[in-house]
């Protein structure tokens, strides 16, 4: 569908002095080109109107890091620093968000490369990992919370069966039926 953009096909370093004169945001597009045609005179600056199209497409990016940024930053005002699996599961999200996007993007074009197919299947597998160490990290959180709680309840059932002056059967059924200590 789509060719290569004009800023796609620069040598690496000038797109990227290009991406931070984007990140700093301080320069008009007629400002940018002539800062890219003195610190690159030997490289043939872009059109004004390929870097106003790099431009959309970069803000539309950056846009998106911020609200998930924004996001996290408000998550984690809202429920403190110690916010444990809801961060793993924001994490998981967020990469799975950003695979898919990139997958629907690579979709829309015509000349994806087998680079561009296999760094694909390495984020789709990166989310599917995110998402499985999430629920790994939630079930070890319910095991620990569980083991510590049965502890607290058998120190606890120790105490008041020593003061209520009760035998090892009877302990042995509170534990048993009533805590479901085994």
């Known amino acids: 569908m789509g ?22 945001d301080r320069l008009t597009l007629d400002e940018m080109l002539e800062n890219i045609r003195a ?14 199209r790099y431009r959309a497409g970069f803000e539309e990016m950056t846009q998106s890091l911020r609200e ?10 809202e429920l403190g620093d110690g916010i444990g699996d809801k961060a793993g599961a924001l994490l998981a999200q967020a990469v799975t968000t950003l695979a898919t996007r990139a997958a629907f ?12 197919v296999g760094e694909l299947s390495r ?18 959180i319910e095991k620990v919370t569980r083991d510590k709680l049965l502890r607290e309840q058998e ?8 003061a209520q002056g009760l035998d090892e059967n009877a302990v042995q059924f ?4 009533i805590l479901g200590i085994k």
């Not at 797109?15 to 004169?21: A, C, G, M, T, V």
């Not at 610190?39 to 106003?52: E, G, H, I, V």
């Not at 998930?68 to 005002?77: C, K, N």
């Not at 993007?105 to 561009?116: C, L, V």
């Open 123 to 140: 984020a789709a597998r990166a989310a599917m990992q995110a998402r499985t160490m999430s629920l790994k990290e939630r079930q070890e």
């Open 105 to 116: 993007n690579a979709h829309e074009r015509d000349d994806i490369s087998i680079k561009e």
């Open 68 to 77: 998930i940024e924004t996001a996290s930053r408000v998550l984690v005002d």
């Open 155 to 162: 120190s606890n059932l120790q105490k008041e069966a020593k």
């Open 39 to 52: 610190k690159y005179p030997q490289t043939d600056a872009p059109s004004r109107s390929s870097l106003y």
């Open 3 to 24: 060719r290569k953009s004009t800023i796609h096909k620069l040598d690496p370093s000038v797109r990227s002095h290009i991406e931070q004169l984007l990140r700093d």
């Open 174 to 177: 509170w534990r048993e039926k």
